[in-house]
T-cell receptor, first 117, second 115 residues
Framework: SAVISQKPSRDICQRGTSLTIQCQVD?????MFWYRQQPGQSLTLIAT?????????ESGFVIDKFPISRPNLTFSTLTVSNMSPEDSSIYLC??????????????FGEGSRLTVL | GDSVTQMEGPVTLSEEAFLTINCTYT??????LFWYVQYPGEGLQLLLK?????DKGSNKGFEATYRKETTSFHLEKGSVQVSDSAVYFC??????????????FGQGTILTVHP
């Protein structure tokens, strides 16, 4: 299993500002994933963070709004830029288990709950 | 595109009651299906899985059977405990997906079990 730590666990932000969420994993992993869970909705994959290359974004998500860094195999950041109330969500970092292709097991952090006023 | 629909919650049960949380999906081909659980104050964790039709996933007394004909993967437990109180997410991974790691999740069902 993997232990994933996210910071901050929650924050209240003002409209128009940006916030960076950090994700630290206790082991080296090739890929890290960022998900968003909007209030009352399911989890949606934002992007896949690859070490040494640009992140791969899902449809509907763009780098200017959600820039991602992946400086090494245990750490990643997601920035939510120019925030609006619609960005109020829980943002989750996750990594695949070693047998992901067979098991589909992802390990998740506890999430970062952002509220934008 | 792929989608997962779960029964709306919240679900409130008494201890030792029977639990069913419905989950249906839309996907091409033969996806893999999963139930994830999030206990209070913790991250999501895999509860059980099934990778082909008629497979039954089971763990911690929970079961779910992959039903291709009804495109369903309902979660069941014969006797729930207070410690089962959590949020349950049904999810799928497409068979031919190009996004490694992309799971499509349902909206989650909150389960509360009272003593």
């Amino acid at each position: 299993s993997a232990v994933i730590s996210q910071k901050p666990s929650r924050d209240i932000c003002q409209r128009g500002t940006s916030l960076t969420i950090q994700c630290q994993v206790d082991s080296q992993v090739t890929m890290m994933f960022w998900y968003r869970q909007q209030p009352g909705q399911s989890l949606t994959l934002i992007a896949t963070a690859n070490q040494g290359s640009e992140a791969t974004y899902e449809s509907g998500f763009v780098i200017d709004k959600f820039p991602i860094s992946r400086p090494n195999l245990t750490f990643s950041t997601l920035t939510v830029s120019n925030m609006s109330p619609e960005d109020s969500s829980i943002y989750l970092c996750s990594v695949p288990g070693q047998q992901f292709l067979n098991t589909g097991e992802l390990f998740f952090g506890e999430g970062s709950r952002l509220t934008v006023l | 595109g792929d989608s997962v629909t779960q029964m709306e919650g919240p679900v409130t049960l008494s201890e030792e009651a029977f639990l069913t949380i419905n989950c249906t999906y839309t996907a091409t081909g033969y996806p893999s299906l999963f139930w994830y659980v999030q206990y209070p104050g913790e991250g999501l964790q895999l509860l059980l899985k099934a990778t082909k039709a008629d497979d039954k996933g089971s763990n911690k007394g929970f079961e779910a059977t992959y039903r291709k004909e009804t495109t369903s993967f309902h979660l069941e437990k014969g006797s729930v405990q207070v410690s089962d109180s959590a949020v349950y997410f049904c999810a799928l991974r497409s068979a031919g997906g190009t996004s490694y790691g992309k799971l499509t999740f349902g909206q989650g069902t909150i389960l509360t079990v009272h003593p």
